[in-house]
């Protein structure tokens, strides 16, 4: 059983989880037969943990979108109800270009504020424990003796925002721009879905 | 590579297992675990490599917070609150069942909007779009590698189109037209939507996709009128083309909105030299007998590569990775 390292942790928060939203948008146009989205990232996290090393990896939202791939890939072989149109449709699959995503430009302070606004969504409780541990770097112990709860409570606070922001950075993460031009799904309309934000 | 056929042998929803794996990462961000709770931790983390992944994965989200201590002692989350991105409350499956499209729309609704009054250039890169409001209640949407620039004044409403393509959705105010400049062509509106081009030939190219608008082509003649459905071309020379456009080609053709491309009676030369608008990836067709193949469909803006190698298998041609991006040759 691998635990993950800090050192992968931070490796991952810092090179894999910006690409993250991109990866979902591209594993939502492919055939995933029998897999949710959600099950290949998750599988995708479990591979990036097993990793024995990550220092060879020169370019890792290749290497995250190669190891969704081989998730499908190997989830397609082992149902073996696949038709071979959908198996060669995956195989021929080009993982995105390296185009120089939003992630890529969007450096300092920009970040920041997309931090900010993430924070800012959290439910109100939720909130004030989430900004005195990350923003005022207190620890768990020192916010609930400061807002006056107790330690479990702090905990499951902290439980809710990171499952919150977790699914905000999945489908509004660094990569939003990228995830609006990947998509050629045509049925849905931008009326339906907002897009007129000026009226 | 261990994975198992999670959907078979496990009924464990993700995000079930998300919940779980956040509540993990929130007991470890509190202190040391016990040795009976790493002992529980492991065992729970061992029965399905899901779990292992969404609790590297809660871990991970943590850790990207951290940097928020950069914001400062001063920070007041309600400060940020208008600007939301899609509310994480809500369920991802109702994402999923809105469509992939959708869930894109929606995301870039959040990411570019801004009220624009006077006086701001709004500029995109290459392979961006960007969607801003203006302060009176039009939207101008802009797509890859243009340039604008909004003049609001009190009893006329003004856009320079500097470089590349829009759409504009202007709030009608018989009081305050709305004209939009490409070089010498000008376009007067009252309350329309419609999209303007200007080619890499010096051409201008307007479309109606609502009401009407007037076009001044630059010529001292008089103003061209379009309506729904019409498309006109100004030539450098000041010839002028206009053809009737069937809606649903016209909604395509802005489809660029939503990421989209349609290239349908292009030739795969043409739709080389369109994706080189989206992209500095290259599509190379040497061979001048390739080029002239006719293409069909609608594809992403964001996948030139993959575009070429789609139409290099129905096309039945040959299609080599490059440093630059793709050639396509006859076999």
């Known amino acids: 059983m691998t635990v993950p390292s800090h050192e992968r942790t931070q490796w991952l928060a810092r090179w894999i989880l910006p690409h993250e939203g991109e990866l979902r948008t591209w594993l939502s146009r492919r055939p995933l037969v029998g897999l949710d989205v959600d099950d290949v990232v998750q599988e995708s996290y479990a591979i990036l943990v097993g990793l024995g090393c990550v220092g060879h990896i020169r370019n890792p939202r290749t290497y995250l979108f190669e190891v ?84 479990s409570t702090v905990e499951k606070h902290m439980g809710k925002a990171v499952r919150l922001l977790a699914s905000a950075i999945a489908y509004g993460g660094n990569s939003r721009i990228a995830a609006s031009k990947a998509c050629e799904d045509e049925r849905a309309t931008p009326e339906a879905s907002g897009i007129r934000l000026g009226n | ?55 590297a994965r809660a871990l991970a989200v ?42 894109a729309a929606s995301i870039a609704a959040a990411v570019g909007v801004g009220m624009f009054s006077t006086g701001t250039a709004v500029v995109t890169a290459k392979g961006d779009t960007r969607r801003i409001a203006l302060t009176e209640g039009s939207a101008i949407t802009l797509n890859t590698d243009s340039h604008i620039e909004p003049r609001l004044e009190e009893r006329l409403r003004q856009v320079d189109l500097v470089r590349g393509e829009a759409l504009f959705d202007v709030s009608r105010d018989p009081n305050r037209p709305f004209v939009v400049h490409a070089g010498d062509v000008r376009v007067r509106v009252l309350g329309t939507s419609f999209s303007m081009r200007r080619f890499d030939d010096g051409s201008v190219e307007v479309a109606v996709l609502e009401g009407h608008v007037e076009v001044d082509a630059g010529s001292g003649l008089h103003p061209y009128r379009l309506r729904r459905g019409e498309r006109l071309r100004v030539f450098p020379g000041g010839d002028v083309r206009t053809e009737h456009v069937s809606h649903a080609a016209l909604e395509r053709s802005v489809g660029w909105r939503r990421g989209i491309i349609d290239l349908h009676g292009m030739t795969l030369a ?59 040759d006859s076999r």
């Open chain 1, 68 to 151: 969704a791939k081989s998730v499908v890939l190997m989830a397609l072989r082992r149902s073996q109800i696949v038709s071979f149109s959908t198996l060669t449709d995956v195989e021929s699959l080009e993982v995105p270009c390296d185009a120089p995503g939003p992630d890529a430009i969007a450096a300092g302070r920009q970040e920041l504020e997309r931090i900010a606004t993430f924070i800012a969504t959290l439910p109100p409780k939720c909130r004030e424990v989430f900004t005195l541990r990350k923003v005022h770097e207190l620890s768990q112990r020192e916010v609930a003796h400061r807002m006056g709860i107790s330690e």
């Open chain 2, 270 to 328: 043409q739709a080389a030299a369109e994706y080189a608008r989206y992209s500095d990836r290259r599509i190379v067709i040497a061979d001048q007998a390739v080029g002239a193949m006719k293409v069909t469909g609608v594809y992403s803006t964001s996948d030139p590569l993959g575009f070429a190698r789609a139409a290099a298998l129905s096309l039945g041609i040959q299609a080599t990775p490059t440093a630059e991006g793709m050639r396509l």
């Open chain 2, 62 to 103: 943590n850790a990207h917070f951290d940097r928020a201590a950069a914001l400062g002692p001063g920070f007041s989350p309600e400060d940020f609150e208008e600007v939301r991105p899609p509310s994480p409350a809500l369920h991802r499956r109702h994402f999923l069942f809105a469509g992939g499209a959708a869930v």
């Open chain 2, 1 to 55: 590579m261990k994975t198992n056929a999670p959907h078979l042998k496990h009924p464990e929803s993700a995000s079930e297992i998300e919940s779980a794996a956040a509540s993990w990462a929130a007991r470890v961000d509190r202190g040391k675990l016990s040795f009976d709770e790493q002992a529980a931790l492991e065992k729970w983390l061992g029965a399905d490599t899901r779990r292992l992944g969404a609790y």
